[in-house]
């Protein structure tokens, strides 16, 4: 882990694909200093000196033969080999699952909207945040295996919603998700109008307020990592 400031630094690994609201929305959800780089067009960090890792959603599916996908899962791999923390959110929840030895496939269905999901064991990153919370989704693939001696945090009936293993955490939902970006999401999809207009209308206030208390867990990622971290040189 760097060490020497006082400042959080991570490693934003983007691979939504230049999707104009992702980096938007971790900027504001993440109290620490960025360093983006776009893995879709086969952006790489140098090297690990940063306190943590964070990896986006995407349109991709990480088990596609895609060139940017194999580095992307080799340094997620090696981020973990070395002990820095590591937040997957939805592809990056998938991505982590890979790399650390879990499966990842193909639903088959897409989960799309404000779902209810419940927590299975108590966990640092959910702490503040209720047994069943809501949170805006939108995924077709979902991790079948958990990585060896990884700890089922959250699910609901589509399957795997957040795990953890060692100082690795993903989560399937889309915490950082504002209601620009849920709508934007559920107008580009290849849906019936009926359909697209049924999430549309659950994209309420009420709902929207629900989400918002899932984006506790990027403050206690942050907090967790901040602690973690060797005490600055002085």
Known sequence: MSSGHDRLRFALLDASHGDENTRRNFRRELDADLAEYD???????????????????????????????????????????????????????????????????????????????ERTAPDDLFEGIPESFVAFTSHSDAVTELPPDAELLAENEYGVHAFRRGDAWGVQFHPEYDRETAEAITREKDFSEERIRSVLDEITAENYDAACRTKRLFANFTGYVRRARPDPVR
């Open 39 to 117: 893995v879709t067009e086969r952006e790489r960090p140098p090297d690990f000196d940063f306190d943590g890792v964070v990896v986006t959603g995407s349109r991709s599916s990480v088990y596609w033969d895609r060139e940017w996908i194999r580095p992307l899962l080799e340094y997620v791999a090696e981020a973990d080999e070395r002990g820095l923390p590591i937040l997957g959110v939805c592809y990056g929840h998938q991505v982590l699952a890979s790399a650390l030895g879990g499966r990842v496939e193909a639903m088959g269905e897409y989960e799309i909207g404000y779902s209810e999901i």
